[in-house]
């Protein structure tokens, strides 16, 4: 009697302590509800990607919470004038999406665009547009990307970025790229990418990619103390690099 009610408490506490855990993943891939999109007024205004098919609720993972954390520490570093409190979501095929420089696309590892959301990526990217991607890890996940990004750019390449670009030291002098890994594994060390117009690093970047990481997390949990305080500040200085290049390039 007594065994079986300590392998009860023995159960119930485990249990407690996973779900204490898996507290932020799960708040995080909750549907949170989408707030109206502000109306243009020049000032920068956080775009994130919504993608209609795979995975439907992976693009609105860390969402809003992730871009308002971000928006203030962006709003006190720089003297970009930016709005903090609101944020705007768009589909790729969206023509809203034209008024915005830098969009940011989540959960890559589960985006399957329509062909009009491909061919709406394609454009955008063509006529000035900036793709931050960031939270995925492992290799099915590259994969999954892949197959997606060559449907917008068939003969896409990928760079391999390293610590001199000056996407890492455009507003922080970041010496080194290794430190950072994705939240739910240590073995999945930070690596980061670049697709080019024309697959020629001599021009424009289009999009920079963010693999085995999870910048979007280590942001929205910043102030919950889930992620040592390093990775969370890290985080915040990859990011605002990342928007302040594709502002400025």
Known sequence: MHTHRGRRWSLAVCAAMVICVLAPVAWSQRSARLEPNAPYDGRYTFARIRYTQGYRLAWGVDYPRMERNFLVILDNLTTMSLRKSETN??????????????????EPGYWVP?????????????RG???????????RQW???????R??????????????????????ALKKLDGMHHPATTAAVAEYYA???????????????????????YMEWSGEGWF?????????????????YGLTH
């Open 228 to 244: 040592p305080v390093n990775l969370s500040n890290d985080a915040y200085k990859f990011a605002t690099n990342f928007v302040v």
């Open 114 to 126: 329509t062909e009009a959301e491909a061919l709406g990526l394609r454009t955008w990217l063509q």
């Open 129 to 139: 547009g900036f793709l931050i991607v960031d939270d995925f890890y492992y290799q």
């Open 89 to 106: 979501v768009y589909t790729l095929d969206d023509p809203g999406l034209a008024r915005h420089t830098v969009a940011w696309l989540t």
């Open 195 to 217: 697709v080019y117009e024309g697959n020629d690093p001599t021009r424009r970047m289009l999009a920079v990619i963010s693999f085995n990481n999870d910048i979007g997390d």
């Open 143 to 149: 994969d999954v990307f892949e197959r997606s990004m």
């Open 151 to 172: 449907m917008v750019l068939p003969d896409v390449k990928f760079f391999r970025l390293d610590a001199q670009h000056p996407i890492f030291n455009g507003f922080f």
